[in-house]
C-alpha cells in the first residue's frame, strides 16, 4: 500500500480568536477524487486554501507526496489550484494562460507548444481560441481554459474550489461529466471542494462532510449516503426519515424500539449501527426510497399509516404518511406511475428491511 | 525554500521602506515649517535656537495678516459651496443619466483639472482684465471666487461621482413603493447616502481652496489674501511669522481631514454586509 | 445602477448642468478663446494692438530663446513622470497589498501632505535646504561639516520640489488600479510557480497599466505648468515656460506673446493628453472584460 499523497493530522486553524478548523486528520490517496463538502461556514474552503498553501495553520501536520508543507509557499507544492471565479488572466490569450506554468518553469518553447495543444484537446477546446483573450469565450469554455492550465504541468493533486457552484444547471451538469473523465484520464488526486452534497457523490471515489470546522464523517458514497454517522450528515442530502428509538442489548445484539414500528425480531444487524454511537437513545434512519407501501410480500417490518400528502418529483412520486404512534411524518419514495395510485386520507401498510435501516446517535 | 524567504524579506523591505519614505518625504517641509515656529531668534538658522510663541504673537500684530486671514476664509467658504453644490450637480449628470453630447459635458466640466493653475490663472487674468476695462471694475474677491470654483468643481465632482457609482438605487425604488414622494425619496435615502462623499468633496473643496496659491495669487487683485500676504512677506525677507503662520493654516486642515475621515469611515460601517463566507 | 436617458428639454438636467456650464463657458472656455485670440495680435508700445496677423507666432516659433525653454520644460517634465511613476509603484502597491489597516489612515496622511499651501511647504523646502538649514544642521551633527549640502537653487532642488508636489496623483491613479485587481489573479499566479517578482512583473504591472498612464498624463500636464517650485527652489536660474509666461506678461507686458506661449503649452499638454487618453480608453476596455 501505498503512502497517502496528502497526510493531514490533526489540523487546528484559527483566524484571530475564531477557531476554524478543529483537529481535522485526512488521508488522499494517490490517484483518489475526494469531496469536501458542507455548507457555508465549515471551514472546506480553509482547508483548501491550506493544502494549497495560501493559508497557514496554526497546529497538526500536513504532508504532501510524504513530505512536511509547514512554510512552504504555494508555488512550491506539487498543488495546482482551479479558482472559484476561475482567475483566468485577463491580459493574456487562452495559450498564454495555459502556458504560464510552463513558462515560470522555464521549460523549452516546443514543449510548451506541444503541452499546451494536447490541453486543448484534452479539453476539447478549438484550436482558434489559442489567441483569444478570456472574456471572449463562453463560461464553459473558460471554466475549461483554467483546468487546463492548471493541469498542463501535470501536478500530481489538482484543488478545486467550488468550481462549478455560479453555474447554470446544465453547464453544470455537462461539467461535472467533463470532471469525472478528466480524473479517469489523467489520475490526478483531485480535492474537490462544493456545498452540494449530490455533486460530491456523483463525483468522488470519498466524500469527506465538515461542519462547523469539524469533519463529521468520510467515507464512499453510499456509506455516506445509506450509513451516516451523524444526523446532520443524514440530512445534509435528499430526505430521510430519522426517528427516535430505544436500544436495548442482549446476546443477540442490539435490539431497538421505536413506537409504531413492528418488526419480528427487531434486532439491527451489525453493520447497520453506528461506530459512534454512545448511549440507548438513537436514531433510526430509513431512506424514503427504501420503504414499500402495500407491498405484495412482507418484509421485516411494518408501519401502519395514513397518507397526508403527495408530490409528484418526475421519476419518483413522494408521500408523506402519519404513523400511529409517531411523532414525525415518515416520507416515502416509490417510482412514478401513470396516475397517482393513493390518495390523501387513504390507510396504507409499509415495509421496510432490516438491512436498509441503520441506527446512529442522536 | 529559501529563495522564497528572500524573496518575501526583500519585497517587504522594499514596500515599507518605500512607504515610510515617502510619508517622510511628504512631511519634510511640513515639520520644518512647525520646528521653525516655535524658535526664539529672528533668524530661521538650525539648530533652533530657544523655543518661544512670540511669533504667532507677532503673525497677529501684523496689520496685514488678519484681514488676509479674513479675505481667505471668506473665499474659502463661498468656493466650498459653490463647488459642491455644482459639482454635486454635475455628478448626478455625469453618472445616473446618459444625454446627446454627454461626452462633451465631461469633458468639458473635467478640463479644467487638467490645466496648469498658472495657466488656467494667466488666461482668467487676461479675460478678467479685459472685462474690467470694459466695465470698468477690478479683479477683487469675486474674480479669485470664480477661478477657484472653475478649478476645484471637476474635484468634488469626482468625489461625489464616485459615491455615486456605488448607489444602489434599488433602494429608491423600494421607497418609492413604500409610498414616498420624490422629494422624500430624496431627502430620506439618496441623500442621506450620498452625504459622506458630498461631505468629503465639501471638505476637498474648502482645503483646495484654503492652500490654492497660483490662482488666489493671479486673480485676486488687491483684496487681501493669504497667498498674497505671505508671498508679499516673503519676497520682503523671511522671518519666523510665515512657519507659524503655516503651522496655524495647517491645524484645521489636519482637523478637518480627520473629521471627513471620522465621518467616511462611520458611514462605510454601517453599509457593511453580513458575515463573510470561510 | 439604473441609467435613465433624458433630453435637453428636460428641466431636470437643465438644473444639473446648466449652471455649471453657464460658469465654465464665462470663465473657461470664453477666456481661453480669447487668449487664443490675443496670440494673434501683437503689441507696440506696450499696448495690445489687434491686428490680425502672425507676427507673435511667427517670433514664438523663430527665436530660439524660446525653444530652449519649452524643451527644458518637456524634459523637466518627462523627469517628474519618471520619477514619480517609480515612487509611486512601491507606494501604491504596498497601500493595497500590505496595510490594509493603517490604508485609510496612510491615505489620510498623504491626503493632507497634498491639500497644505504650496508656496509655504515650498517655503519649507527652502528652510530645510538652506545653507543653514536644517539639512545641514543634521549632516554636521553626523559629522559631515558645515553646508555640507549646496541642493538649494539648482535644477535638482526644482525637481524635488515637482516631484513633491505631483506624488499624489500618480500614488492615487496607480493605487486605484491596483486595487482593483482580482486578488485571486495573483494567487493563481503563485500557484502556478511564479516568485513575488515575477508575478508582479507579469500580472500586476500590466494589469495597473491605466493607472500609470493616466498619473503619468496627469503628472506631466501639471509639470508643464510648474512655477513656484523652479523658481523658488531652482532659483530661477534655468527658467521654465510657466516663469517666462509670467514675466511676458508682468515684466514685459506682452500679452499677445504671453498668450501664444500659453496656448503652446496648453497645446503641447492637450495634444499629450487626447492621444493618451484615447490609448488609455482602449487599455481598459481590453482589460475591463474579465468575467
Known amino acids: 500500500m501505498t503512502a497517502p499523497i496528502i497526510d493531514v493530522k490533526s489540523l487546528d486553524k484559527f483566524y484571530q480568536s475564531y477557531q476554524a478548523l478543529y483537529n481535522i486528520t485526512l488521508s488522499v490517496e494517490v490517484g483518489e477524487f475526494i469531496a469536501l463538502v458542507g455548507p457555508s461556514g465549515c471551514g472546506k474552503t480553509s482547508l483548501l486554501k491550506i493544502l494549497a498553501g495560501f493559508e497557514d495553520f496554526n497546529s497538526g501536520t500536513l504532508k504532501l507526496e510524504g513530505k512536511d508543507m509547514r512554510e512552504v509557499p504555494p508555488s512550491e507544492r506539487p498543488t495546482r489550484m482551479v479558482f472559484q471565479k476561475l482567475a483566468l488572466f485577463p491580459h493574456k490569450t487562452v495559450f498564454d494562460n495555459i502556458a504560464f506554468p510552463l513558462k515560470i518553469a522555464k521549460r523549452p518553447k516546443i514543449e510548451i507548444d506541444k503541452k499546451v495543444r494536447q490541453m486543448l484537446e484534452l479539453m476539447h477546446l478549438k484550436e482558434e481560441y489559442l489567441n483569444r483573450y478570456p472574456a471572449q469565450l463562453s463560461g464553459g469554455e473558460q471554466q475549461r481554459v483554467a483546468l487546463a492550465r492548471s493541469l498542463v504541468s501535470s501536478p500530481s493533486i489538482l484543488l478545486l474550489d467550488e468550481p462549478l457552484s455560479a453555474l447554470d444547471v446544465k453547464l453544470k451538469k455537462s461539467l461535472q461529466a467533463e470532471l469525472k473523465r478528466l480524473h479517469r484520464i489523467v489520475g490526478t488526486s483531485f480535492v474537490h471542494v462544493t456545498h452540494d452534497l449530490e455533486e460530491a457523490m456523483m463525483l468522488a471515489d470519498r466524500i469527506c462532510v465538515m461542519k462547523d470546522g469539524h469533519i463529521l464523517q468520510i467515507g464512499a458514497p453510499n456509506d455516506i449516503y445509506y450509513r451516516p454517522e451523524h444526523p446532520f450528515v443524514a440530512g445534509f442530502i435528499g430526505e430521510t426519515n430519522l426517528l427516535p428509538t430505544k436500544l436495548t442489548y442482549d446476546e443477540n445484539g442490539a435490539n431497538f424500539a421505536t413506537p409504531g414500528i413492528n418488526c419480528n425480531a427487531p434486532i439491527v444487524p451489525a453493520p447497520q449501527l453506528a461506530t459512534s454511537l454512545d448511549s440507548n437513545q438513537a436514531l433510526l434512519m430509513i431512506r424514503p426510497e427504501l420503504i414499500s407501501i402495500n407491498a405484495n410480500t412482507t418484509k421485516d417490518c411494518q408501519m401502519k399509516g395514513e397518507v397526508t400528502e403527495f408530490f409528484v418529483k418526475g421519476a419518483t412520486i413522494q408521500y408523506r404518511l402519519r404513523v400511529l404512534g409517531l411523532e414525525n411524518e415518515i416520507t416515502v419514495d416509490t417510482p412514478s406511475t401513470a396516475e397517482v395510485p393513493i390518495s390523501v386520507g387513504q390507510a396504507v401498510r409499509l415495509d421496510f428491511d432490516l438491512n436498509d435501516i441503520f441506527i446512529l446517535g442522536a | 525554500m529559501s529563495y522564497y524567504r528572500f524573496e518575501t524579506r526583500l519585497a517587504n523591505f522594499i514596500l515599507y521602506g518605500s512607504v515610510i519614505i515617502t510619508l517622510v518625504f511628504f512631511y519634510i517641509p511640513i515639520a520644518t515649517l512647525v520646528a521653525f515656529s516655535f524658535t526664539e531668534s529672528r533668524f530661521l538658522t538650525f539648530p533652533i535656537e530657544g523655543f518661544s510663541l512670540k511669533w504667532y504673537g507677532a503673525l497677529f500684530a501684523e496689520k496685514n495678516f488678519l484681514p488676509a486671514l479674513w479675505g481667505s476664509l471668506k473665499l474659502a467658504f463661498i468656493v466650498t459651496i459653490l463647488s459642491t453644490i455644482l459639482g454635486c450637480a454635475a455628478a448626478v449628470a455625469w453618472m445616473r443619466f446618459k444625454f446627446r453630447f454627454q461626452r462633451t459635458f465631461q469633458a468639458l466640466t473635467f478640463a479644467p483639472l487638467l490645466f496648469p493653475q498658472l495657466m488656467l490663472g494667466v488666461v482668467m487674468l487676461l479675460w478678467f482684465s479685459i472685462l474690467g476695462n470694459f466695465f470698468g471694475f477690478s479683479m477683487s474677491l469675486w474674480s479669485a471666487v470664480l477661478g477657484h470654483v472653475v478649478y476645484i468643481t471637476p474635484f468634488a465632482l469626482i468625489i461625489i461621482a464616485v459615491q455615486i457609482h456605488g448607489f444602489d438605487d434599488t433602494l429608491e425604488d423600494a421607497a418609492r413603493d413604500s409610498g414616498c414622494s420624490n422629494w422624500e425619496v430624496l431627502r430620506e435615502i439618496t441623500i442621506p447616502i450620498l452625504w459622506p462623499g458630498i461631505f468629503s468633496a465639501g471638505i476637498f473643496a474648502f482645503l483646495l481652496s484654503w492652500g490654492n496659491f497660483y490662482l488666489t495669487y493671479s486673480l485676486s487683485g488687491t483684496s487681501r489674501t493669504l497667498p498674497t500676504f505671505v508671498f508679499s512677506g516673503i519676497a520682503n525677507g523671511s522671518s519666523p511669522i510665515f512657519p507659524a503662520l503655516a503651522t496655524l493654516t495647517f491645524i484645521p486642515a489636519m482637523l478637518l481631514v480627520g473629521l471627513a475621515d471620522f465621518f467616511r469611515r462611520r458611514a462605510a460601517d454601517r453599509l457593511k454586509s453580513g458575515p463573510t463566507d470561510i | ?291
Open chain 3, 1 to 291: 445602477m439604473r441609467i435613465k436617458n433624458i433630453t435637453w428639454t428636460d428641466p431636470k438636467l437643465q438644473i444639473l448642468t446648466l449652471p455649471l456650464l453657464v460658469v465654465l463657458f464665462l470663465f473657461f472656455l470664453i477666456p481661453f478663446a480669447m487668449t487664443v485670440m490675443l496670440s494673434f495680435q501683437i503689441t507696440k508700445y506696450y499696448q495690445v494692438v489687434w491686428s490680425w496677423d502672425l507676427t507673435t507666432w511667427k517670433d514664438v516659433f523663430t527665436h530660439s530663446y524660446y525653444w530652449v525653454i519649452m524643451a527644458r520644460t518637456l524634459k523637466m517634465a518627462m523627469i517628474c513622470v519618471v520619477l514619480c511613476v517609480s515612487l509611486s509603484l512601491p507606494v501604491a502597491y504596498a497601500l493595497v497589498n500590505r496595510i490594509p489597516s493603517m490604508e485609510n489612515h496612510v491615505k489620510i496622511l498623504i491626503v493632507f501632505a497634498f491639500l497644505a499651501d504650496a508656496i509655504l511647504k515650498t517655503f519649507g523646502w527652502v528652510l530645510f535646504f538652506d545653507r543653514s538649514g536644517v539639512l545641514n544642521g543634521f549632516l554636521e551633527m553626523l559629522g559631515f561639516g558645515p553646508a555640507a549640502s549646496d541642493i538649494l537653487f539648482t535644477p535638482t532642488a526644482a525637481i524635488i520640489g515637482m516631484v513633491y508636489n505631483l506624488l499624489p496623483y500618480t500614488i492615487f491613479t496607480i493605487y486605484l488600479s491596483m486595487a482593483r485587481i482580482d486578488r485571486d489573479l495573483i494567487a493563481a499566479a503563485y500557484d502556478s510557480g511564479a516568485s513575488k517578482f515575477r508575478t508582479f512583473w507579469e500580472i500586476t504591472l500590466p494589469l495597473s497599466k491605466p493607472g500609470l498612464l493616466a498619473g503619468a498624463v496627469l503628472v506631466f500636464v501639471l509639470g508643464l505648468g510648474a512655477f513656484l517650485e523652479p523658481k523658488i527652489m531652482g532659483g530661477g536660474t534655468a527658467p521654465l515656460a510657466a516663469e517666462l509666461i509670467r514675466q511676458t506678461f508682468e515684466t514685459r507686458v506682452n500679452w499677445p506673446l504671453g498668450a501664444s506661449l500659453t496656448i503652446l503649452v496648453i497645446g503641447i499638454g492637450a495634444l499629450t493628453l487626447i492621444f493618451f487618453g484615447y490609448l488609455l480608453i482602449k487599455l481598459t476596455k481590453l482589460q475591463e472584460n474579465t468575467t
